[in-house]
């Protein structure tokens, strides 16, 4: 039988995470980006090597794990030994 009687517990959106956090939309195939800030009620992300922000909903962003933070560093450090990213 469904819960009638239990109050309706309404989930808080989750809490924005400093400015420059690594975080992976995965609405967008999990890609990596950092933390900008807010963008009305979406997340402001902007990927690791500079480029374009895009914005994501809060509810489809994790905290990137260590792996995944290596990997965008190490490609940020590739790009810049390019000469792509100053």
Do not use: F
Not at 34 to 54: C, D, I, K, M
Not at 58 to 79: T, W
């Amino acid at each position: 039988m469904p819960a009638e009687n239990e109050p309706h517990v309404e989930q808080e959106p989750p809490h924005a995470p400093a400015p420059g956090t690594l975080m992976v939309d995965i609405s967008r195939n999990n890609r990596v980006g950092e933390y900008r800030g807010l963008a009305g009620p979406y997340w402001a992300l902007r990927p690791v090597g500079g480029g374009r922000e895009w914005e994501a909903e809060p509810g489809r962003v994790r905290p990137a794990k260590p792996i995944e933070r290596l990997r965008a560093e190490v490609a940020l450090c590739n790009a810049r030994s390019r000469g792509d990213v100053l």
